[in-house]
């Protein structure tokens, strides 16, 4: 089986009729050491990645790395069966030679996984990872970069008004800034999901796993979403998505924004502003929290607006202490 087999294969890794999934699997897309360990193996296998994994983000990062860990195992002529602990670390070392340790440990977390469900389902006789750790690793402070609140002014107000694109960019990244949204977040919203609460509005923010998390509107947020529904003109149905793409004419589509897209468009005017290649989606998260930090919030109120379930995910954003370390160390006069 080829790559390219192996990789449309565990990404979708059966055949949908129109009632549904097809009894026949599609045996030769899927990994061959899965496919001749049997029929067993190869229901658990597809259940796991339809029925076990409901988000498409670890579907897709988990798939991957089953895939390459059984293309590897394919290499070495290995079956199912003799998949045993000291082969699973092996691959992890073999890992640990081109992938940094947290991308070893999701590698190792995903084989774990896949291999705990083809035990309970009684396709494999001992989980051969449970007994492999994988490399120690230890953050106290998080690597995404991070823009002052100066950089980040310079970055709305280098986005032009007199477009709709543009004061949908502004609206996104204002959305992202005020509320410490995730990008996946704000692209799952509605029209109805900026909804007025009294007499002010609130953001209802779709999260991980299903959940839905809101948050008071901050006034600048506010300002610049009614800003882009203003030149929308009332365009927008209460299930619509709120944030869409433009067409060749520069008019809203009825599709949803791609977070991809946000990215590049972020890209772009990083670069006009002359900001960091490195800055991303998710600085806007760092940059609201560690502003929040900075004019006296707490840490716990942080974690509750970030939708965290630790303080400790909190305190990976939290960059007040940078600039304190920067006038320590301006200290050193020679």
């Known amino acids: 089986m080829s790559v390219a087999d ?32 049997g029929e067993r193996a190869r229901r658990r296998f597809v259940e796991y990645f339809t029925a076990e994994i409901r988000n498409p983000n ?13 293309l590897w195992c394919e290499t070495r002529h290995l079956a199912l069966e003799n998949v045993n602990p000291v082969i ?39 989980n051969p990872a449970s007994a492999v750790r994988g490399p120690k690793y230890v953050i106290k402070k998080g690597k995404t970069p ?15 008004t007199d477009t709709i694109a543009g004061l949908r960019d502004r609206a996104l990244i204002g959305v992202m800034v005020f509320s410490f949204a995730r990008v996946g977040a704000v692209v799952g919203m509605n029209a109805e999901d900026f909804y007025e609460n ?22 600048k947020a506010d300002e ?47 670069c006009r502003v002359g900001l960091s ?23 716990e109120n942080a974690a509750r607006i970030a939708a965290h379930e630790s303080t400790r995910t909190t305190q990976l954003y939290n960059r007040t202490s940078d600039q304190i370390s920067l006038d320590e160390i301006e200290r050193i006069v020679i």
């Open 6 to 37: 192996a990789n449309e294969a565990i990404i979708v890794p059966f055949r949908q009729t129109k009632s549904g999934m097809d009894a026949r699997f599609a045996t030769a897309t899927l990994p061959a050491v899965i496919v001749n360990a």
């Open 224 to 270: 610049l979403l009614h800003a882009y529904l203003d030149a929308a003109g009332g365009t927008l149905d209460k299930k619509d998505p709120l944030f869409r793409t433009i067409d060749r004419h520069r008019q809203l589509t009825p599709r949803r924004i791609d977070a991809n897209d946000i990215l590049r468009m972020i890209k772009r005017y990083c």
């Open 146 to 160: 991070v823009l002052t609140a100066e950089e980040t002014r310079q970055l709305l107000d280098v986005i032009p």
């Open 58 to 70: 670890t579907r897709r990062s988990y798939a991957r790395a089953v895939r390459d860990f059984f």
């Open 277 to 299: 290649e490195t800055i991303c989606c998710h600085t806007f998260r760092a940059t609201g929290i560690t502003a929040f930090l900075q004019n006296g919030g707490t840490i």
């Open 88 to 126: 699973v670390a092996s691959y992890v070392e073999h890992l640990g030679t081109r992938l940094s340790p947290p991308a070893v440990k999701q590698n190792l977390a995903a084989i774990r996984m896949l291999c705990d469900y083809l035990v309970l389902g009684h396709a494999l006789e001992m």
């Open 198 to 219: 009294g007499r002010r509005h609130w953001f209802r923010l779709h999260e991980k796993g299903g959940k839905f998390h809101e948050v008071p509107a901050h006034h």
